[in-house]
């Protein structure tokens, strides 16, 4: 996935720069990360999603490497210092697929079917819109999920649209499950740059590819999640959209067995982004007390 999501990043860069067509104009440099490495324990046990950054921001801030392609979703709220989100791509769609060989729909899965995810996120709501359905623990990249559920170690999945669709998997998906039973995660389906905060060259090169509209949601959805202060452990989901001047966040919190929930949305101007997303994070938390497992 890291591969074909800075595949379409460089593209992109030379669609922008058509100078940089020359061979070796752009190196791509792989790194493998925590998160990649290890796929026999859940994140939520050995650091979090921030695995699947950190050694790549550790490259960039020691100058290896001049810019990182991350899915938005994988990046901690709060940066390193000294690094940036030099720009978000237009969003691909957010939502998350319900891919099974046995049903058509979540709807249609027998009780106690066992779904496949290694998400606290789509666990807990999973289990709040269905809580006779049994979820198995599951990591490993689209293709290693989908071939443990033909094998038989589970019924269904649950994956993430666009990264089905960045794969040309999209086929597998049998249901795109609606907001109203899995919100997704905050950030999902953005690709984001990060660079060093003082690369004025890298910024100028990759400013072309940001899109304003992503960009403002991303803010309000990261705000909300700092607002929350919310770890690994807690399932938050966020979701904001904007059209022309206007912008909405919707965001919900669980338990991570889905025996509650607490559900909130605001509107407000896109140039409120970050002010939106923290009311509602402080909104959720308030709401939340010391229930939610809230950091």
Not at 89 to 108: G, I, T, W
Not at 138 to 162: H, S, W
Not at 217 to 231: F, I, P, T, V
Not at 237 to 246: C, H, K
Request: one cysteine or more; a negative charge; charged letters at 25%.
């Amino acid at each position: 996935m890291a591969l074909r999501q800075t595949a379409l990043v460089h593209e992109r860069v030379v669609a922008a720069h058509p100078e940089l067509r020359v061979a070796g104009a752009i190196e791509v440099v792989t790194i493998s990360t925590t998160g990649d490495r290890v796929q026999n324990r859940l994140l939520a046990e050995i650091g979090g999603k921030g695995l699947f950054a950190k050694e790549i921001e550790e490259a960039l801030l020691a100058g290896h490497i001049d810019l990182a392609v991350h899915s938005l979703k994988d990046l901690e709220t709060w940066l390193p210092d000294g690094l940036v989100i030099a720009c978000v791509l237009p969003r691909d769609d957010p939502r998350d697929a319900f891919v099974s060989p046995k049903a058509a729909s979540l709807a249609s899965l027998p009780s106690g079917a066992k779904i496949g995810t290694a998400s606290l996120r789509r666990q807990a709501q999973l289990l709040r819109h269905r809580p006779d359905l049994s979820i198995v623990p599951i990591r490993g990249n689209v293709n290693t999920r989908i071939r443990k559920m033909e094998a038989g170690e589970v019924d269904a999945l649950v994956l993430a649209l666009c990264g089905l669709e960045r794969l040309d998997f999209g086929a597998y998906a049998t249901e795109v499950l609606p907001r109203e039973i899995m919100l997704p995660a905050v950030g999902q389906g953005a690709l984001a740059i990060e660079c060093r905060a003082n690369n004025e060259a890298v910024r100028r090169l990759v400013s072309p590819l940001d899109d304003p509209l992503s960009a403002a949601c991303a803010r309000a959805e990261r705000a909300m999640l700092a607002a929350l202060d919310g770890s690994c452990r807690t399932p938050i989901a966020g979701l904001a959209e904007a059209s022309g001047e206007r912008l909405t966040i919707e965001g919900r919190l669980l338990k991570p067995d889905g025996s509650a929930e607490i559900r909130g949305k605001l509107e407000g101007s896109v140039d409120e982004a970050v002010g939106l997303g923290t009311d509602l994070g402080k909104q959720l938390g308030t709401k939340a007390g010391s229930g939610f497992g809230l950091a």
